[in-house]
C-alpha cells in the first residue's frame, strides 16, 4: 500500500468533493499536499529562512488559531497563529536544531525541529478521557443509495479488522495503522486517528480482489463522534469512492485499473456513504 503509519499520522482530512455516479477510472484518492508532497519552501531574498508546516489534531483535523512560537536562536519568542487550514509560516534565521513549539488550550503541547523539506507538522492530542475502542470488530462498508452503478452484490461489504490497545491512551489520541482481513494484500491497511471522542479512517485505498480479474476499492475519510462511551457499534459517514474494477483477461493485477487495462470501471463518489463498526 501506498501509505505506512508514520505518514497516516500527518494526513488532514479533507474531505472528497461529492459526485455522481458513472462509469470512468479515477486516481488513487490523495490527501494534502502537505503530507504527500511536501512544498519545496523557497527561502527568502533576504537571506533569511522560511519555515512553513500545519498544526493538526490526531483525527487529521486542521487547528486554526494554534500558536507557534521559536524556541531557540535569534528568532527565540517569534511567534504566529495557524490559519483556517492549519497552517502557518515563520521567517528568521533557523538551523536543523531550531525548535519550535506548538499550542493550543484543551491540547498537549508538541515541540518539533524542521524536516529536510523545511515543511513542519504538528499533530496535538486533546486532554479528555480515553476511548474504549480498543477489540476486535466486523467493518462494513455500506454505499450511497444513490449509487445504482454498482453492481448490488458490492453495494454493502464487511471486511474484519482491530483496533489496537494504544488507542486507549491517555490523553485520548492517537494515530495508527490497522490492518484490513480480507482485503488485498498490500492494500490493506487504513490510517486511523482518535482525538477525544472524534474518530478518523483515512484510506487511500483499501482494496478486496473479488475475482482472479475483478477488484472493489475504497478511498476517501470516514469520521464521525460517537460519544466518550465505549458502544458495541459506531457509525462513521465515509467521503469518497467506491470503485469496481474487471481488468483484461491478461491483467497481473488490481495496479491494472489504472493502466488503462480495464473491461469495465464504475465509480461511485459521495459524500454519503457509511463504514459502520460492529464488536465481535
Known sequence: MRMSPSIVVLVLAHAIAAASCGSR????????????????????????VLVRGSVYDT?????????????????????????????????????????????????VTAVRTRSASGWITFELGVVAPALDIAGDYTMTFVADGSCGALPEAVRTRAYTTTIPAMANASPANASFGITVRGAYKGWDVMGMGVSGDYVALWLETLVEQLTPNTFLSFAGLAAASIGTTGASQFALRFDGSIDYCTTKADSVGYEDCYRGRAAEHLQCQSTSHQLIFTRR
Not at 28 to 43: L, R, W
Open 25 to 48: 477510472g479515477s486516481a488513487n484518492a490523495t490527501g494534502p499536499s502537505a503530507v504527500f508532497n511536501p512544498p519545496v519552501v523557497t527561502p527568502p531574498s533576504n537571506g533569511s
Open 59 to 107: 483525527a487529521y483535523r486542521p487547528l486554526a488559531g494554534a500558536r507557534v512560537e521559536v524556541l531557540d536562536g535569534p528568532q527565540a519568542g517569534q511567534a504566529t497563529t495557524a490559519s483556517s487550514r492549519g497552517e502557518f509560516s515563520l521567517s528568521g534565521t533557523f538551523d536543523d536544531s531550531t525548535r519550535f513549539r506548538a499550542t493550543k488550550d484543551g491540547y
